[in-house]
């Protein structure tokens, strides 16, 4: 979650550091701090709030020129975001040492217990100070950071990346991972670290992924990687395929106002290389699974959390339909913990944007422990996620700044399609002339989301009227009823105001308790060429919501006349393949809720309490 970036080189260190912990703030925007080694000595400036309020802090109190430094942007877990508990955090009682720290140290209470025995004083309530003062008294002792550093970390339980820097040392950073991201950036006689690439895409795009368990020595010429052992490790070099540019606004007036904008290109850059003109579909991707693994795969178990997870479950009826193989959608921090049936022909689908989302991770692991093979979902080159697993299918979104998820979703949902299509051509579930028709309606997606954007005036005038609504409940059916779920799930992220989606067929058995005068709905409407007769079920449904008083704000396929008659609204979007219309009709949706929370003057890019990737469970 938190953001964490580190420098060695010839630049201006706070001007390295602020650069990376502006495109990280995302991570974790509850507090800022930096450590600098600067004239020989340390020096460490920090503030509770958001990033402007740490520049405040340093053209306050300005730092002298610096070549190696550390900084953190904080998602509060233990300790208020205060002051006091932003990071970086000094060691020692000389306070020569400073540690930042991206997760939890679940044995942080006894070990802070055994230094509080020795007379040490905390200035934090944090459980990453701890590791400070720890490593701080392993120096003490033996007179070598990288000794004193290996110890402690091989001592701390649970998620963490932490960096430190020494007075004592002022050419070295070193960092330390297990269940938490670490990136390195390769750049000419200068390096750097961050929790992703973004902390240093403006400087190089050579990078390396750190691995479980690995500890970095970094210098401006060299890099050491070694395990918690001890031992040297080789490691593989990776190009980010996207700059700087990609995650700045570039004009408009948030992050989540371009990457709505940002999704026709997304969903073209998913599909390509992947589907021909002739719309047959291949995954070079997919080489870590042979035909006769697909072949015997008897389930598929999609596991993923929040929004990913409604793409998973959009994902289902497509892979399910085309392929003939079950399909089941588990969140990832509920999967393990009840004892599931897996087995060597059980297919693991994992959905992440980042690809370090800690439930995830640890449900994945888990299902490989028991045979099953895994395959990735993911948004972000090197990432854990990816290198654990068996095949990886890259969704190519570029990246995602404001926390609540757009184009990535909309990236994912055509990648689970992709694999639809894909397990069905292997396997000979459905003939290869339906799945080359479907392959190249697909290709027009790209046109049809672009049509979207273009005419979501009338969603965004909606929220801007709504901001008064203390609830919106949303109703869909099929592939629609994951999208009223992530319609719903976007409200509440960005206006925090009560939301809830339904099953449409499930208003009777229960939901339709909560329609009252004025309540507004939103309803997403299946296409009138719906084969399976499901249009005049969800007219039915809103006939029946409306004779209670609701008042319905309808998504439907342009051409529907027949909608019109029972809402209030209707926002018309392309005709498209029954179980595509996914995407089509859950970007209105986003434009919605951004707009209302606008209204409502409400930040949408960090909304309160939340941040971007969970790298703790």
Not at 77 to 91: E, I, R, S, V, Y
Not at 99 to 109: A, D, M, P, Q, T
Not at 310 to 330: H, L, M, N
Not at 504 to 527: F, N, R, T, W, Y
């Amino acid at each position: 979650m938190c953001g964490i970036v580190g420098y060695v080189g010839p630049k201006s260190t706070v001007d390295v550091l602020i650069g990376g912990l502006r495109r990280l703030e995302y991570r974790g925007y509850d507090s800022a701090g930096v450590s600098v080694i600067s004239e020989g000595h340390l020096q460490t400036r920090k503030k509770a709030g958001k990033l402007v309020n740490l520049i405040g802090e340093i053209d306050s109190h300005p730092i002298p020129v610096s070549h190696i430094g550390i900084g953190h942007t904080r998602w509060a877990t233990h300790g208020a975001p205060t002051d006091g508990n932003a990071h970086p955090h000094l060691g020692g009682t000389r306070e020569k040492l400073s540690l930042i720290h991206n997760g939890i140290i679940e044995n942080f209470s006894e070990l802070k217990a055994e230094l509080l025995a020795e007379g040490t004083r905390f200035a934090s309530d944090t459980d990453s100070e701890v590791a400070a003062h720890l490593i701080a008294r392993e120096y003490d002792k033996a007179g070598d950071l990288v000794v004193a550093f290996r110890t402690v970390v091989n001592r701390l339980h649970g998620a963490f990346t932490i960096l430190v820097v020494h007075e004592d040392q002022p050419d070295v950073v070193l960092a330390a991972r297990r269940n938490a991201p670490l990136v390195i950036g390769l750049g000419d006689g200068e390096n750097f670290l961050g929790s992703d690439v973004a902390a240093f895409v403006e400087h190089t795009k050579r990078a390396i992924s750190v691995g479980q368990d690995e500890i970095v020595i970094l210098r401006a010429e060299s890099v050491e990687i070694i395990g918690f052992d001890g031992k040297p490790v080789t490691s593989e070099e990776f190009t980010v395929d996207w700059d700087a540019t990609a995650a700045s606004k570039g004009g408009w007036p948030s992050f989540m106002a371009k990457e709505i904008a940002d999704q026709p290109q997304a969903v073209a850059d998913t599909l390509m290389g992947r589907v021909d003109s002739e719309g047959r579909v291949s995954i070079p991707e997919m080489d870590g699974l042979s035909a006769e693994d697909i072949k015997n795969i008897d389930r598929i178990i999609i596991v993923a959390c929040g929004t990913a997870s409604y793409a998973g479950d959009i994902a289902k009826y497509g892979i399910e339909k085309w392929s003939r193989i079950p399909v089941q959608v588990e969140l990832s921090h509920e999967f393990r913990y009840r004892d599931p049936i897996v087995t060597k022909n059980t297919l693991i689908v994992a959905i992440s944007q980042s690809g370090e989302t800690m439930d995830t991770l640890m449900a994945t692991r888990y299902a490989r422990d028991l045979g099953a093979k895994v395959l990735a979902i993911c948004n972000t080159q090197g990432a854990t996620l990816a290198r654990e697993s068996d095949a990886t299918i890259y969704t190519h979104a570029g990246p995602e700044v404001a926390v609540a998820s757009t184009k990535a979703l909309v990236a994912q949902i055509t990648a689970g399609f992709l694999l639809g299509l894909y397990l069905a051509e292997v396997r000979g579930a459905t003939p290869s002339s339906e799945l080359q028709k479907l392959g190249r309606e697909l290709l027009r997606l790209p046109a049809q989301v672009s049509e979207v954007i273009e005419g979501l005036d009338e969603a965004k005038a909606l929220g801007a009227a709504m901001a008064s609504a203390k609830s919106v409940l949303f109703l869909g059916r099929n592939v629609g009823f994951p999208v009223a779920m992530e319609g719903a799930l976007k409200l509440k992220e960005l206006a925090y105001i009560h939301a809830e989606g339904f099953a449409a067929g499930e208003l009777k058995h229960g939901p339709i308790a909560l329609i009252e005068e004025g309540q507004p709905v939103i309803v997403i409407v299946p296409s009138l060429r719906d084969e399976d007769s499901l249009h005049p079920k969800v007219i039915s449904n809103i006939q029946e919501i409306r004779a209670r008083g609701a008042k319905v704000i309808a998504i439907a396929e342009v051409g529907d006349t027949e909608v019109g008659q029972w809402s209030e609204h209707v926002i018309f979007v392309p005709e498209t393949e029954q179980l595509f219309a996914a995407i089509l009709t859950v970007i209105p949706l986003q434009a919605f809720a951004m707009a209302l929370a606008e209204a409502k003057g409400l930040d949408v890019d960090q909304p309160r309490n939340l941040a971007k990737s969970v790298t703790v469970e």
